[in-house]
């Protein structure tokens, strides 16, 4: 079975300032990795996925994601964050050619002008 | 369509009821699943579709829970003798099939209040 911890509930940031959202995850088996988004009001949107290959995955709003397999981290950074980006993060996991996700609890991302 | 439909948005029933929640994937995705929200937390595996059979069912909390995909596209999600305790955000998802690579894409959800 997997785990997924999301270390942190609530992130308060400044515009502009760096962000990262720490995220470990436990599983005896090779894993897939995903960082999926929700907006105030909207439904969960995938962010980025980690399945094999370069350990450092983008999105298309600047985020990027390391695949830490001896740490079994996958911490998400942003180097300046916009207003906008103001949503709550989840963390998941699934086994590879496994069919569910199991979802950490999730950090709420709160980006001041 | 574009996106997966979940009908209704928002329901709030009494203690003791049955109740059905629905969702229309995006047309094509074989595989369909159910996740439930709770309150702070992230969401939670109930079952798991691959074209009209139950592949997975493992995450249905009890057998107050059922689940049918009777033609391979729509889902519906029934739930009898309501507790309080199934208050929650049930969210639905589809993808194109079950490799875990090509992403789900999720649906809005259905806020179900138990009174």
């Known amino acids: 079975a997997q785990s997924v911890t999301q270390l942190d509930s609530q992130v308060p940031v400044f515009e502009e300032a760096p962000v990262e959202l720490r995220c470990n995850y436990s599983?005896?088996?090779?894993?897939?990795l995903f960082w999926y988004v929700q907006y105030p009001n909207q439904g969960l949107q995938l962010l980025l996925k980690?399945?094999?290959?370069?350990?450092l995955v983008e999105s298309i709003n600047g985020f990027e994601a390391e695949f830490n397999k001896s740490q079994t981290s996958f911490h998400l950074r942003k180097p300046s964050v916009h207003i906008s980006d103001t949503a709550e993060y989840f963390c998941?996991?699934?086994?590879?050619?496994?069919?569910?996700?199991?979802f950490g609890a999730g950090t709420i991302l709160r980006v001041k002008s | 369509g574009a996106g997966v439909s979940q009908t209704p948005s928002n329901k709030v029933t009494e203690k003791g009821k049955y109740v059905e929640l629905r969702c229309d994937p995006i047309?094509?995705?074989?595989?369909l699943y159910w996740y439930r929200q709770s309150l702070g937390q992230g969401p939670e595996f109930l079952i798991y579709?691959?074209?009209?059979?139950?592949?997975?069912d493992s995450g249905l909390p009890n057998d107050r829970f059922f689940a049918v995909r009777p033609e391979g596209s729509v889902s519906t999600l029934k739930i009898q003798r309501t507790e309080r305790g199934d208050s929650a955000v049930y969210l639905c998802?589809?993808?194109?099939?079950?490799?875990?690579?090509?992403?789900?894409?999720f649906g809005s959800g259905t806020r179900l209040t138990v009174v």
């Open positions: 998802a589809s993808s194109l099939n079950a490799r875990e690579q090509y992403g789900y894409t």
């Open positions: 599983s005896s088996v090779s894993v897939y």
């Open positions: 980690y399945l094999s290959g370069s350990t």
């Open positions: 998941a996991v699934s086994e590879v050619y496994g069919n569910k996700l199991v």
């Open positions: 047309s094509g995705h074989t595989a």
């Open positions: 579709f691959q074209g009209t059979g139950a592949a997975d």
